[in-house]
């Protein structure tokens, strides 16, 4: 193979392109890395706004940047509470907080500890009868069970919906949606006791660096609540991810097409018959162990394939020796127990055949397309494929953000959402200063994630103020406007919708008027997505123009790109439609027995922007008596309605297209549409009064 150094970088260099055309670049994987990191500051200052003393992190292949559409990699979620002190030196407890000592001696697991719970008035280890999740050893010491992060994590299921997992809480094979795990961790300031000599070695590729090294042991390590096969309950594992994530930010573009490369490999050849016996993990470590101990021009695009091979000899040897040691902390052997002996001499002679193929077994990977598109490289035949993904990958990323921002924001509404109006405005007031506050004292990706979810809260409290003053003096005041307009850009529409219903409720139609026509001016149909987070469906795929925008920018696009779903509290009532109020009462006693558990949405009026654009021009226009224009916006509510594949909230846009039907004298069509309403949601949807009340007109006019 290496006497031939032509087809080597012939085949190195194709390979290298087709993997930049699937979205493996520099550019793409920076993009990658920066959504995922935002996702997690935004997670971290969520948590922080409920008084919760935790930090996020999201860990695996989408933050790194080392996946692609067909590897469907899943994320790790990590949270860890800051208010307890891991120690492993004594100097380093602190008076008044929960104290515990990681034990690393010979009883131990290499890669793993146990935790000792210690006194919080004085440096000295717990003695007293143990408390819950914790055990007492033969030698009297107070133990932590790995348990209690079970309990914890469960408890705080901050990401989305799930079930649990072992040690986690997780969501796993829904089409359509990333898998991912939440698990909960302890934080250890330092740097694991197992792992100070790596800091000291050095492989010929002189990687990593002393600086990159510097950075790691200052990252600390977490303890996570998993055991090792011989003492699952009471270890827990010593996780170095920070480093890892720094080690994986410092890789060249051949490295990461490199261990994309060797996932892909397990996914086609491996995976299929011998499940997760060699792990994704497992090649992370062999791809560092390899650029360790080579030098640094080995890692070039035109030798792609060289590299691949020396990965898969050396991942090879590991399964032979069956001893994959852990790149930070060696002693932990990361193969002990993955796989089978009767399975290894079959692995060994898959990669066997894989390593001497020279490159051929890369056209039998199906994964993003890459052996069809390999051979099309070969033949010069590129119009079979779509090549450039950047502008998919990049829409995709862009939406990603959306999402994550519109969750975040109903996540915290939902936490007051049948409080008083005292209670609603001091619960805002306290998110923005926390918010305004945490912008203050950091920078980077926790600033831009305070600066975009702030305007939410300012939107909402403006909101909530208006309808307060609706009630009592049928006006709004100054204060109510100020808070809205330091939101009404989060978007496209749905701020500034807000603002349009307002004006509405109040009567003034003129004012309304306006505002609307800004709102349809501003609203591209061949750019603008629509974004709704309160209940999970499959969304097609994003619009060219979209994906076009997304390739070039990123999270600022969002607020001429994206058209977040409406949402009103019920204390915002007074400044909703009383056609659309009905959502807030959409549930009879037997319906709320078939909600989930993030079903809060079903207590306010939501519904998607593009369709409460029609609506409120449509109700708009009659009361102006402009009769073509209220006839082109009902028009355009029931083509959206019928058209616009990725509504979150069809079956309310039906119903509000319903009434509209009912006050153009449609009795039978407004039927029509609450009976299309209910076929798409049974329960939990007020169509059933609105069947019920149509039905009782139909009938009494028979």
């Known amino acids: 193979m290496f006497q031939q150094p032509g087809y080597m970088e012939n085949v190195s260099l194709r390979l290298s392109e087709v993997l930049a055309d699937i979205g493996v670049d520099e550019r793409i994987v ?10 997690e500051s935004m997670q971290t200052i969520s948590l922080q706004q409920q008084d919760f003393n935790c930090s996020a992190y999201f860990l695996g292949s989408q933050s790194e940047g080392t996946t692609t559409h067909g590897l469907d990699s899943d994320i790790d979620i990590l949270i860890c509470p800051n208010n307890l002190n891991v120690i492993q030196d004594w100097a380093d407890w602190e008076p008044g907080v929960c104290n515990y000592l990681m034990i690393q001696d ?24 143990p408390v819950q999740h914790h055990f007492r050893d033969r030698t009297g010491r107070i133990l932590l069970k790995n348990t209690l992060m079970t309990a914890a994590v469960a408890a705080a299921d901050v990401w989305e919906r799930g079930v649990m997992h072992g040690p986690a809480y997780a969501e796993q094979g829904k089409p359509g949606f990333i898998d991912y795990d939440s698990v909960s961790a302890f934080q250890c300031k330092s740097w694991p006791l197992q792992a100070r000599q790596w800091l000291d070695q050095q492989g010929v590729g002189q990687w990593p660096s002393d600086d990159m090294k510097r950075y790691c042991s200052s990252t600390g390590c977490f303890v996570v609540g998993v055991g090792s096969k011989e003492n699952e309950e009471l270890e827990l594992r010593i996780s170095t991810s920070l480093a890892e994530r720094c080690l994986m930010f410092n890789l060249n573009i051949t490295q990461i097409r490199c261990y994309i490369l060797m996932k892909m490999i397990l996914k086609t050849f491996i995976k299929p018959h011998f499940g997760d016996s060699i792990s994704s993990f497992m090649c992370k470590t062999v791809l560092f162990h390899c650029i360790a101990n080579t030098h640094s021009n080995v890692w070039r695009e035109n030798n792609l394939l060289v590299c691949l091979s020396l990965c898969l000899f050396v991942l090879y040897n590991s399964i032979l020796n069956e001893n994959c040691p852990h790149f930070i902390i060696p002693e932990n052997n990361l193969m002990k127990g993955y796989f089978s002996h009767e399975s290894k001499p079959y692995l060994l002679e898959i990669l066997q055949n894989i390593i001497n193929s020279e490159g051929r077994a890369l056209l039998e990977i199906e994964c993003d397309d890459l052996g069809a598109r390999l051979q099309l490289k070969f033949s010069n035949l590129l119009f079979e494929f779509d090549i450039k993904k950047s502008k998919i990958i990049s829409g995709q990323l862009l939406d990603f953000t959306a999402q994550t921002i519109d969750m975040t924001i109903q996540k915290r509404l939902a936490l007051f959402t049948n409080s008083s109006y005292k209670e609603a405005i001091q619960t805002l007031l306290k998110y923005i200063f926390k918010l305004v506050s945490i912008s203050n004292q950091c920078q980077g990706l926790d600033k ?13 409290l403006g909101s909530v103020l208006a309808s307060l003053n609706i009630q009592q003096y049928n006006g709004i005041s100054a204060e109510a406007f100020t808070w809205i307009s330091m939101g009404l850009n989060t978007d496209v529409a749905s701020s500034k919708l ?64 994206i058209a977040f779903c409406v949402k009103f509290l019920p204390c915002e009532i007074n400044c909703v439609p009383h056609e659309l109020r009905y959502e807030m009462f959409r549930s009879t006693e037997e319906d709320l027995a078939f909600r989930g558990r993030n079903d809060e949405w079903m207590d306010w009026a939501v ?62 069509d407004a039927l029509h549409y609450y009976l299309l309403s209910l076929n798409l949601r049974e329960r939990n949807n007020d169509a059933t009064s609105h069947i019920c009340r149509m039905l009782s007109i139909l009938v009494n006019d028979h």
Request: overall charge negative; proline content about 3%; some cysteine.
């Open 498 to 561: 807000k603002l349009a219903s307002m004006f509405y409720c109040l009567g003034d139609t003129q004012r309304t008027e306006i505002v609307l026509r800004d709102i349809e001016g501003s609203y591209d149909l061949n750019i603008v997505e629509p974004v709704c987070k309160c209940h999970d469906f499959i969304h097609q795929a994003s619009r060219r123009g979209f994906c076009a925008i997304a390739e070039h920018h990123n999270e600022e696009a969002i607020q001429y790109t």
């Open 448 to 460: 831009t994630a305070s600066r975009l979810l702030t305007p939410w809260f300012c939107t909402t």
């Open 30 to 39: 920076q993009k990658r890395r920066r959504t995922w990191l935002l996702a």
């Open 106 to 129: 010979e009883t131990v697991s290499s890669g793993y500890c146990l935790l000792q719970l210690l006194r919080d008035d004085a440096p000295l280890p717990y003695n007293d009868v």
């Open 607 to 668: 519904i998607d922007s593009l369709p409460y654009l029609y609506f409120l021009q449509y109700k708009t226009y009659s009361n102006m008596q402009r009769n073509e224009e209220k006839q082109r916006a009902l028009s355009n509510l029931a083509k959206t309605i019928d058209q616009e594949p990725d509504l979150g909230h069809r079956e309310t846009a039906l119903n509000l297209l319903g009434q509209c039907m009912e006050q153009e004298g449609r009795a039978r």
